[in-house]
């Protein structure tokens, strides 16, 4: 189990760093996998917010004011939504919404390599992208791909997308925190003796940076979206 944190924690950290925007979602199968799932998104959450400040650190006030404040408006609604239904659902039902995630997001990202949204409609698809977003960042930690497709028709700055995007689930995670206490998914124990294992999360980073030009990401996301299927099929099993 030490040994599945601490991966998450450099994978979180190889992510964070602009690798692949898919290798996040991997990271909620391989801890659901090697233990229960309201265990692995309650985990999960404080390595995500650490390796959050770090990213917004290497793109302190680069991010796009206006975009960001519409996309967390929104997320509003999916945070707020999918908190109700976190605290509902048992253990068993958890790792079904995660693994039909996984494999939504798999089918979202091989359609979305087709999908061309017009410029001037893409302030209208700011609010569902958001708030669906909210709603399964919430439930699983997959909100990227939705507002990963809308930030792509706004003509950013790569520099601006990785910022923007880094502030808005910033703040997105910190907002998920009551709702996960109040469902009883933080495992303090669990926290505290895994902690150490967040040193990963800067030597993930520092990989990734290293690495970013030499990847084939068309290969990468190829490879993580299979090992994202198979994860959730054995989620479904098991």
């Known amino acids: 189990m030490i040994a599945s944190v601490a991966a998450a924690a450099f994978l979180i950290g190889f992510n964070k760093a602009g690798v692949a925007g898919t290798l996040g ?19 999960l959450l ?38 109700v239904v976190i605290s509902a659902v048992s253990e ?20 979305s390599r087709s999908i061309r949204l017009d410029a001037e409609k893409s302030d209208r698809y700011a609010w569902p992208a958001g708030a669906t977003s909210g709603l399964i960042s ?38 998920k925190v009551p709702g996960y206490f109040l469902a009883g998914l933080f495992n303090g124990e669990l926290i505290v003796s895994t902690m150490w294992t967040w040193v990963m999360i800067p030597i993930g980073v520092l990989a990734g940076r290293a690495l970013v030009d030499k990847i084939n990401r068309e290969r990468f996301e190829r490879a993580t979206v299979a090992l994202l299927t198979v994860g959730a099929a054995l989620l479904l099993i098991f």
């Open 25 to 43: 979602p991997f990271v909620t199968v391989l801890l659901a996998l090697s233990i229960p799932a309201d265990d692995a998104v309650g985990l």
């Open 46 to 83: 404080p390595i995500l917010i650490v390796a959050d400040w770090f990213t917004i650190a290497a793109h302190w006030r680069q991010w796009d004011t206006r975009i960001y404040g519409r996309l967390l408006m929104a997320s509003l609604i999916g945070i707020a939504i999918g908190s």
């Open 92 to 111: 068993t039902v958890l790792r079904r919404i995660i693994a039909v995630a996984m494999l939504g997001f798999a089918v979202f990202y091989i359609k």
């Open 138 to 175: 919430t439930l699983a930690h997959l909100g990227g791909p939705p507002v990963f497709v809308y930030l792509m028709t706004t003509n950013l700055s790569p520099r601006r997308f990785v910022a923007t995007s880094a502030v808005l689930f910033a703040t997105i995670n910190l907002l």
